[in-house]
């Protein structure tokens, strides 16, 4: 007989119980409590060790899983999901649906511990709070949300849009990507293969023959001799300088003066500046119009925002809106980045001589621009926040977009013009000495 946990008030005390009944339903568990004097708030079944997983067994149909999901996968499931709402199915059975439609891992493991949950009468929401490496909290808010409000279907919808969005425009910082990082791989493998083994072949020459070098050509001979002594360093200095960075970020000081500097430096601070801005407006409008309290929604745009200068302005902001304050005017207001130590020497490092003048002159520049505050304050003024916060995030997204096609169009050019100066100055350097020596011989 299953055992069913509950709260009531005491008719006659006022006072609030917590207790269990054993009932074959959960018609006749209420009747028993009324018949108590209860007023029933809240009754679910209470759930069995074993369900709970206190055997340490693994549950039926669940494969062995490493890591979170991937969001590709999640949008596609958030998608398909709002589609069987709509079309009437129960939330249990769609979930059913795709989980049987799902491939092992995370996400189906994910889907069946779901389904377990909401048999056990837990809601949609408080089921997916349990799988926190498949659905975020700002997943499970928006679905609690919903699930209030009674538009679960509705928020589905606004959901998978969201996430659909974002996946776009992230597929297309990657995909304008994928081009130079190629380029420049297969360029500095070519060069690698002339300094190590063609360039060695060419001393020998000038050795036999005792031909006065060109500084030119000394200097190719000492880069050649380097790379050929110590070529490990090649695919060790980027190895070595992404432990360093990630030592550097495990304090909070030198994490923040990472993301300062990201978020400055040379042409590509621009364009991760405003794929923030457009991830955070978006995030926040989706959860305000999806009923999301205020206080709440600025908490989750924070941590989805994966960067400490935003995470400290939206803290801000959320302390400012606590003390009666509206929004934009915090907002402008603590978007000036601080003075860090760190940035200043990745600054340094990054552009030897100038580095820290730049940084000097640019680090008080606000990360968030007048067209974002000029928008949230219309949008408070008229109740329309959200719509404004969607505008905001739609502007951004075409100056992304327009931005990375931008500038892959510009690193075409500078690939070639640098690889076009390396082979010259390869060329010129080995074959300067090879005319004095043949016209020596001559």
Known sequence: ???????????????????????????????????????????????????????????????????GVKSRDLTLFTRQLSILTDAGLPILRSLRILAEQAEKGRLKNSLLDTCDEIEGGSTLSEAMSKSPKCFNRLYVNMIRAGEAGGALEVILRRLSEFMERSQSLKRKVKG????????????????????????PQFKKIFDDFGTTLPPMTEWLIWISNAAVNYWYLIPAIPFGFNLIVKGIKMTKYGRFGWDLFTLKVVIFGQLVEKNICSRSTRTLGTLLASGVPILEALNITKETSGNMMFEQLFSKVSDSIRDGESIAKPLKEFSVPPFNLVALLFWAVFLPGVGALLYLTKYKKRVVDDLVVNMVDVGEESGELDTMLYKVADTYDEEVAVLTESLTSLMEPLLIIFLGGAVGFIVIALFMPLIKLITDLS
Do not use: C
Request: aromatic residues 6%; proline residues 4%.
């Open 176 to 199: 304008a990507m994928v081009y130079p990082i190629v380029v420049v791989s297969v360029a500095v493998g070519i060069l690698t293969f002339i300094m190590i083994k063609i360039v």
């Open 1 to 67: 007989m299953p055992t069913y946990q509950f709260e009531a008030i005491d008719a006659s005390t006022g006072k609030e119980i917590r207790d269990v009944v054993d009932a074959p339903t959960e018609a006749e568990a209420q009747a028993t409590i009324r018949s108590q004097g209860y007023m029933i708030t809240k009754i679910k079944v209470q759930k069995q060790a074993a369900a709970a997983g206190g055997s340490g067994k693994k549950k039926p149909g669940r494969s062995f899983a490493i890591g």
